[in-house]
């Protein structure tokens, strides 16, 4: 990502869990969305502790991206 | 031991795709009829959620989407063995196919607009100080109704400057995407949180259109990055429904 625009380390970061946590495909049903040993930094921040929330309680379970209406 | 899944990809060879998984071993694809999953071993089963790893993922994700069209599986997707990275190919075959077209030679823009909320309601109560003077009064009630009424108009001046960032902003840069997806007021703070997939022809002139508009929105912060793998614009729902 060397042609980013705007972006300190710090957000950066953020912007990155935000979708590594809580977008991309999830495949349910026969396979487990494996995590362990919550240990995230940025706990004080909104974004991180709903990601990790989502994942605890959806393990296994498809989600959607806050941007789609579940059909 | 078990397998990691990282993406997708539009690839039909099994080989080394010169990368290192989680754990430090190769990452391979495997192929399924035109498709393919990019795996490594893994000594683990569970994966520890801490920034190094989740932003190690990524790297992963990123260094697919530089040799292959990505389909990003979320974090944390692991499997027993081979036999069961094939089965999930296998299994959603036809709604990886239709992503993969969707995404291919396509990126995706992240952009939130950020204001200072107190700045706003600063500015919104100086222009109606007029009004908030009639209902000077010490009385709790008259108190209590004037708070409010700075509330309702702080919170209405918010949604009007969120309206003018949709239209002055988010408009131009949807109509040079292929596809887009915008929340407004997602936080009090972030009154446009937009992500936009753009085709990759288009970067350069995505980008110039951006660095035009910013020009023109002084008292706004812009969060602008990218390219990602295309993480906002998977039709997961797609595959749910496939598994019903």
Known sequence: ?71 | MSKCIYAVLDYNKKSALDLKGLDGTGIYSLPYKGISAAVSDMKRDRLKVDNETAAGYARIVEGLMEMHTVLPLRFGTLVKDDSEVAGVLEKYYERFVNNLKLVKGKLEYGLKALLDAEKTTALNEAEDRAGFEQLKGNSPYKKYLIEKLKEHKAGQALIKKADGIIEGVHRPLKELSFLSKFRKMATERIILDAVYLVEAEKKDIFIERFKEIKKKYRDVEFLFTGPWPPYNFIESSNIKKEQN
Not at chain 1, 25 to 40: E, F, H, K, T
Request: proline fraction near 4%; hydrophobic fraction near 45%; glycine fraction near 6%.
């Open chain 1, 1 to 71: 990502m060397d042609d980013v625009i705007a972006k300190s380390k710090e957000v950066t970061l953020l912007e990155i869990l935000d979708r590594v946590l809580n977008k991309g495909v999830i495949i349910s049903g026969d396979i487990v969305i494996s995590v362990a040993d919550v240990d995230l930094i940025y706990l004080g921040l909104k974004v991180l502790l709903s990601s990790v929330e989502t994942m605890e309680r959806l393990r296994g379970a498809p989600i959607y991206s806050p941007y789609q209406e579940p059909s």
